[in-house]
């Protein structure tokens, strides 16, 4: 082409809601794109030949006007809200639909993902492109690894999960596994981004003000320092009941943790036998009581690596090319 394609990235969400995986998976890859010297801007004013949306709220579908193509990211599908919201099960697969079809294309980012968007009557062209993670970023460090767990106070076989406190991630079942094996210190980073939006928001802030009632149970709130979370521990643990990707399984795998995670077509899809699967809470505590703690794995690293954002970005930037070409 005589010169180089324009795009607009459009991320909505400040604050607490710019830390949710979609936000996080859009950043890395606006990093990227801009190395290898892409034209793109975030929530740009003006004309472009793309508007690429990650989100689809009222500023994401007023923006997407601009564009003389228009693409969304399918990060979220109706059977994430279960459990993750508070109210509107019935209406979300109509709002979903009214949304994505709005666009020229939309992106799925798992096979798993783009089954689901076609059940619900999604009429438009759809790519399977998944998300990345900076790869340099996501390793293991033993140095800001001690430093987390002197700042907690942990010692000892350390479990962790990352992402939105509700049911739907699983937090009852996290917080009943840390009561099943008290010699095991369980730590949860992340918040309530959507406050009392999310699904038994009153509950849930009750259980993370006291722990659940354990000693040997944290909930940190957001932290600075991710990696150095997943640096402190020995064993991920993702308990939860519906994804459409698993960032937070990526970015573990990159820095060698060994993973527990419940059985759901979406980790078969992507992750295959790396990761250890369970199906509730009795085969959760087997899992967690067979890994060795301090073990990396550089199984977990090979697979990790092909979510390497440099690759989803060339996979993204051909995509550009040939969207804009038709």
């Not at 799925?108 to 059940?119: D, I, P, W």
């Not at 722990?211 to 020995?234: H, P, R």
């Amino acid at each position: 082409m005589s010169k180089p394609l324009s795009i607009n990235f459009v991320i909505e969400g400040s604050g607490r809601l710019g830390y949710l995986g979609c936000s996080t998976a859009a950043q890395y890859l606006v990093d990227s794109l801009k190395k290898d010297g892409i034209d793109i801007v975030v929530n740009g004013s003006g004309s472009y030949d793309i508007v690429h949306a990650h989100t689809f709220g009222p500023y994401a579908l007023w923006k997407k006007r601009k564009g003389k193509t228009s693409v969304i990211t399918a990060h979220s599908t109706p059977s994430l809200n279960k459990n993750n919201i508070a109210f509107g099960n019935s209406i979300w697969p109509s709002i979903y639909r009214h949304a994505y079809n709005s666009f020229d294309h939309v992106i799925a980012v798992s096979e798993t993902s783009k089954h689901e968007l076609q059940q619900i009557g999604i009429r438009k062209p759809i790519e399977i492109i998944p998300n990345g993670i900076i790869m340099e970023r996501f390793r293991y460090n033993e140095r800001t690894g001690a430093e987390f767990r002197k700042q907690w106070n942990i010692e000892g076989p350390m479990v962790l999960n990352v992402g939105q406190i509700t049911p739907r991630k699983g937090v009852y079942d996290f917080i009943a596994v840390a009561k099943a094996l008290p010699d095991i210190q369980f730590v949860w980073v992340g918040g309530i981004p959507y406050g009392p939006l999310s699904a038994d928001y009153f509950k849930v802030r009750k259980l993370i003000k006291n722990a659940g009632g354990l000693s040997n149970l944290k909930f940190t709130g957001f932290v600075e320092d991710i990696v150095a979370a997943y640096s402190a521990a020995d064993i991920l643990l993702a308990p939860t009941y519906a994804e459409s990707f698993g960032l937070n399984i990526v970015e573990a795998l990159s820095c060698g943790l060994p993973v527990v995670a419940r059985d759901l077509p979406v980790f078969r899809e992507l992750f295959g036998d790396v990761l250890f699967y369970a199906r509730d809470v009795e085969g959760f505590c087997a899992r967690l009581e067979k890994i060795k703690p301090g073990q990396r794995s550089k199984n977990s690293v090979q697979c990790a690596a092909r979510y390497d954002v440099r690759m989803v970005a060339e996979r993204l930037k051909h995509y550009y090319f040939s969207i804009a070409q038709k």
